[in-house]
């Protein structure tokens, strides 16, 4: 059954309906009304966790650590400056191991203070050692959640994860969405057994330091289950293909690329738009398609290359920038795709909120198949 | 020392410690006070460092490391998490005086005005150890660090007093705050196990001196620290509910005589003596000893 309801609200509901033991987290815009929602349903003793109301994101994460770590199923949310402030905590939550979820409403990080959307916050943690999972629509976002927890708490993964969807697109927009119930939740979601935890019984020490004999060492290990972390996100979006009929089993996912000769690459929910543009595009002949990458980490490099190995033409739209350096993704897919002989073209789009409508898609196809890109699409070239 | 039950050592020896090491001592009183049905959170600095050199452990309970200044956050969600899975285990924080006085006070802020049942340890060396003997707010006025060196524009070395951690702990409301020492370690046992035992976050700094770091003989520890309580420049109490309801009595040395024994106070001695800085100091020990009422009188015992 579809309910039309904000898409904050419908994260707090299959939260909820996941069943975390505690959650830390801090109120920033836009990704307030999903802590409210929740900080309701503990008080309505709809939800029967500890909910931790911490001075600073900061705390938020460390707290989500220390409950992780002691055995329990935690859930925190944030968004840009919050996430920013997080910044030590999560390479050191994926360093230990923690299967952590945490939604992210995408927001553009300051200076200057921007409170709308881009996807700056969380590609700015590509590093950090979380899976990162960016939904298109408000459906996705709450699938992706059940999904999250899958992956993050198989113990041949054990890592965190962070729900990307974007701030106000999503999180603010009222959208028709099907909420699986209690039961079905708990039937694709097992209860949480940690693969080990602190407990008074069988001590053990987490958090250890490492010298240079072991520190590679670690960090390869953290690598290595990124990477498998691929079979295990398509292996539990196979199964929720098969429970809720919406299959997630793919990694990158596409759109009339069968004969394209342009194909757009995009995260979140952008790709909407570009799908809209594409079918205008195809009603008036361009043969154009788009990738989406759900999966930013691990980066879906291969299966990238494989979806786009027909295609000539290739436009990435970036809502970042690794500021002199150009798009994140954009240098990925340049990456993935060295050697195939497509020509890859980077578009800084849509940062701090600024809107993205079909004919800007179109435009931006038109750029690529001109040669020309690797730029800021939509310069207000007036106010520089 | 000999007072102290000698059990199975939860803390073990072999660890990296410095030879003399007081925090190394105050972690193992620490454990013979908390026992088995404990999960320690430890901030980064020298104890973590010494304690947990991968793949070996010191720590025989549960022990978890997470950053330099989140162990209070940590340790929030530690205890948040046994609440809800109905988990007997103390949670207890252990942090330096740089992880607890500096950089660790907004997640300490935090996690004593949500009201945790937790025990914070800090183990007070009065510097940043572990990076070299950086300043910290715990450095007590008048002593050399790397940061606060004396020079011809700064005599007297580090120029600020020392934090009353204490006193913005116990106005957050704490129920139970107290100093320690480890030069009396059956007392520091003994608040351990008061304060694990009350309801509610509970603070305790323990004084270790650091041979290293403040320049003595390895073999000095117990007596620097001794030294501190006798001059009157630390001072052992015990605050209930936001009041001072006991401190330890002493009959006062000049605080010369601790600053002579330590490297740290070295430049107010030579090449000239620095009288104006001793005094300085002189008058903090005596404002300590007005405050808390320590001095004791004639024919008064101790305590
Ligand atoms: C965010 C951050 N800043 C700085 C450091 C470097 N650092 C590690 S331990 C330490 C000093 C620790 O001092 P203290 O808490 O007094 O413990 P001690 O080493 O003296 O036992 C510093 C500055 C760090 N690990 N993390
Ligand atoms: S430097 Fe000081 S605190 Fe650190 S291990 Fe050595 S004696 Fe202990
Ligand atoms: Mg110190």
């Known amino acids: 059954m579809l309910e039309f309801m904000e898409g904050s609200h419908a994260v707090a509901e299959i939260v909820k309906r996941c069943r975390p033991q505690v959650i830390a987290a801090y109120p ?61 905590v999560c ?183 570009a799908k809209d543009a594409i079918d205008e595009m195809r009603d008036a002949g361009k043969k154009v398609g788009l990738l989406k990458i759900r999966t930013y980490r691990p980066f879906p490099g291969p299966e990238i290359a494989d979806a786009l190995s027909g295609v000539s033409t290739v436009a990435v739209l970036d809502k970042n920038i690794s500021l002199g350096g150009g798009g994140a993704v954009g240098t990925e897919v340049k990456a993935a795709l060295y050697g195939s002989g497509a020509a890859v073209y980077d578009y800084i789009i849509a940062l701090g909120g600024r809107d993205v409508r079909k004919r800007d898609v179109a435009a931006v196809v038109d750029l690529a198949e001109k040669g020309k890109g690797d730029m800021f699409y939509g310069l207000r070239t007036e106010v520089l | 020392m000999a007072e102290v039950e000698q059990g199975c050592e939860l803390f073990s020896a072999g660890h990296r410690a410095c030879g003399g090491c007081g925090p190394a001592l105050a972690a193992r009183l620490l454990l013979k006070a908390t026992g088995k049905n404990v999960i320690i959170a430890s901030a980064t600095g020298c104890m973590e460092v010494f304690s947990t050199p991968y793949p070996e452990t010191a720590w025989g309970v549960p022990w978890i490391h997470s950053l330099f200044e989140n162990v209070a956050a940590v340790a929030s969600g530690i205890e948040a998490s046994l609440k809800r899975q109905g988990r007997s285990e103390k949670v207890v924080c252990i942090g330096g005086d740089g992880a607890t006085f500096d950089i660790g006070v907004l997640c300490i802020s935090g996690a004593f005005e949500r009201g945790h049942d937790i025990t914070y340890i800090c183990y007070d060396n009065e510097a940043y150890m572990n990076t070299g003997i950086q300043r910290s707010g715990a450095t007590p006025y008048g002593a050399s660090t790397t940061t606060s060196p004396p020079g011809a524009c700064a005599p007297g070395g580090n120029p600020l007093p020392k934090k009353d951690m204490p006193a913005i702990l116990a106005a957050h409301g704490a129920p139970y705050v107290a100093t320690a020492s480890i030069a009396y370690p059956n007392d520091f046992v003994q608040k351990v196990e008061r304060a694990i035992n009350t309801p509610g976050p509970c603070y305790i700094q323990v004084h270790t001196p650091c041979c290293t770091g403040w320049g003595f003989e390895s073999g000095e520890t117990l007596a620097m620290a001794k030294l501190a309580i006798d001059t009157g420049l630390w001072v052992n109490y015990e605050m209930v509910d936001g009041k001072v309801v006991k401190a330890k009595k002493v009959r006062r040395k000049p605080v010369e005589e601790y600053l002579a024994k330590q490297k740290r106070f070295r430049h107010l001695f030579k090449p000239a003596r620095r009288d104006d800085v001793i005094a300085n100091i002189q008058a903090i020990a005596d404002a300590n000893a007005e405050r808390f009422g320590i001095d004791i009188k004639r024919k008064e015992s101790s305590e």
């Not at chain 1, 503990?42 to 931790?52: M, P, S, T």
């Not at chain 1, 809720?244 to 952008?270: C, H, K, N, Q, W």
């Open chain 1, 28 to 88: 920033i815009t836009p990704q307030t009304h999903i802590v409210e929602d929740l900080a309701q349903m503990v008080a309505n003793c709809e939800l029967d966790a500890e909910y931790i109301t911490v001075e600073s994101e900061f705390s938020a994460l460390s707290a989500c650590l220390g409950a992780s770590a002691a055995g329990s199923r935690v859930y925190s949310a944030t968004t840009s400056q919050g996430l920013a402030l997080m910044f030590e």
């Open chain 1, 91 to 273: 390479f050191n939550v994926a360093g230990m191991r923690q299967p952590i979820v945490m939604t992210i409403a995408n927001r553009s990080l300051g200076a200057p203070l921007s409170i709308w959307n881009d996807q700056q916050d969380s590609i700015s943690l590509r590093d950090s050692g979380w899976l990162q999972f960016y939904a298109e629509d408000n459906q996705e976002a709450v699938d992706l959640h059940m999904i999250a927890y899958k992956v993050c708490e198989d113990h041949d993964i054990l890592l965190p994860a962070f729900v990307c969807f974007d701030g106000f697109i999503l999180s603010h927009t009222y959208e028709p969405v099907a909420l699986p119930g209690q039961e079905e939740v708990d039937a694709y979601l097992p209860a949480f057994t940690p693969y080990q935890r602190l407990d008074a019984e069988k001590p053990l020490s987490f958090g250890m330091y490492a010298t240079p004999e072991y520190y590679t060492e670690f960090r390869y290990e953290t690598d290595r289950a990124l990477y498998r972390a691929k079979e295990s996100f398509i292996k539990a979006g196979r199964e929720f293909g098969e429970q809720f009929g919406r299959d997630y089993s793919a990694l990158v996912e596409g759109y009339r690329l069968e004969d394209a000769d342009t194909a757009l690459v995009a995260m979140g929910s952008i790709c909407g738009t």
